[in-house]
């Protein structure tokens, strides 16, 4: 499928998108505008105050369109005409909206990645015109597992840790009594995932499958999200996650040692071949109804080590260096090494614990 078979499949169409003010949602955004100038519209949900406000946060252009609410809100906090207005217009959804934090409190984590979730394909069910539903989620679902994963689809209840049964509705129904003390992670565990990010995401994923049986959705599965590769600006990023604070911390020369391996396999992709998968992904399975997996990820065809990306780090700031020291001169870049906790502690003793100590 050429990209000019893609793009046709969203001209005259209205789309609607959460999470656009996120770095995936402004790439998916741009990418519209520019392949497809045909496309009728573009519904942009911000959270904001009122319209005027969400106004406020997107670009001028003729053909977006601005909608103060938020997924967290049963009709995404919009007025009961607005979402009848919408539900008659509306062709495609796309569900990019929530918070990305691993270690985020666990009753702000589940009211976006899971409520949000089940909110945005109830209102789409409402939509008589739709053709496509893609929800963006994470490769990580799967947990810490080796080996080749499945892109199969969670059913309700299900968890990774054997024996266990995840009851979404007792979860919703615990933070409502315990919200102060949702500040970890405990619970994710519990059921086998290794944080709160990954574990309400896959438990949004449920909730699309149970509440969009009979919508044509595709669920996206990115591993770690990159810079830019090519288009529409190679090289840019928007904030530090992830992979991306590391990398801001070796450019200032603030980071000496990395605990780590270096044969571990870094699963990077860049961002704007997510949107690109994004793109076809929809046209492939254009008004199927059901629901397809599909992971966005470079491990199997791509593999990056973390001693190649430790070594690819230090080229690159060697001829491009980041820091000034107080002098007005360069600070020569180091290698970052790579260290076990055991040496990582030694360090941390003998460079800072002593000293303080004497």
């Not at 976006?112 to 015109?129: I, M, P, R, T």
């Not at 230090?314 to 980041?322: C, D, E, H, L």
Request: glycine share 6%.
């Amino acid at each position: 499928m050429d990209a000019a078979t893609v793009a046709g499949y969203f001209k005259d169409k209205s789309i609607l998108i959460t999470g656009s003010t996120g770095f995936l949602g402004k790439i998916f955004v741009e990418k519209i505008l520019r392949i497809q100038p045909d496309v009728k519209k573009i519904f942009l949900l911000v959270r904001a105050a009122d319209t005027s406000s969400a106004e406020q946060r997107v670009l001028n252009e003729e053909k977006i369109s601005p909608l103060a609410g938020d997924i967290i809100n049963e009709n995404l906090g919009l007025e009961s005409l607005e979402i009848l207005k919408l539900s008659k217009e509306i062709d495609i959804i796309v569900n990019g909206a929530a918070t990305t934090n691993f270690y985020e409190r666990y009753d702000v984590s589940l009211a976006s990645n899971v409520l949000g979730a089940k909110y945005v394909c109830k209102f789409a069910k409402k939509c008589a015109n739709l053709k496509m539903f893609l929800h963006i989620s994470t490769a990580f679902v799967s947990g810490e597992q080796e080996g080749l994963l499945l892109e199969k689809v969670f059913q309700i209840g299900e968890t990774l840790k054997e024996g266990c049964h995840l009851d979404i509705a007792a979860e919703l129904q615990l933070v409502e009594s315990v919200k102060a003390e949702l500040t970890h992670s405990t619970n994710a565990r519990q059921f086998g995932w290794p944080n709160t990010y990954v574990f309400t995401k896959a438990m949004g994923e449920m909730l699309v499958g149970h509440f969009g049986r009979e919508l044509p959705v595709v669920i996206i599965r990115p591993s770690i999200v990159s810079s830019i590769y090519h288009d529409p600006l190679p090289g840019w990023i928007e904030g530090t996650r992830t992979i991306d604070s590391i990398i801001s911390a070796y450019a200032k020369q603030t980071i000496p040692h990395f605990i780590g391996a270096g044969h571990v396999i870094l699963d990077v992709i860049p961002g704007d071949m997510v949107v690109n998968a994004m793109l076809v992904a929809m046209a492939v399975h254009w008004s199927e109804r059901g629901q397809v997996i599909i992971h966005v990820t470079s491990s199997q065809q791509n593999p990056l080590s973390t001693s190649t990306m430790l070594d690819l780090m230090y080229r690159y700031f060697t001829a491009n260096p980041q820091t000034m020291g107080k002098n007005g001169k360069v600070v020569k870049t180091k290698r970052l090494n790579i260290t076990n906790k055991t040496g990582f502690r030694a360090y941390m003793f003998l460079k800072y614990k002593l000293p303080l100590e004497i």
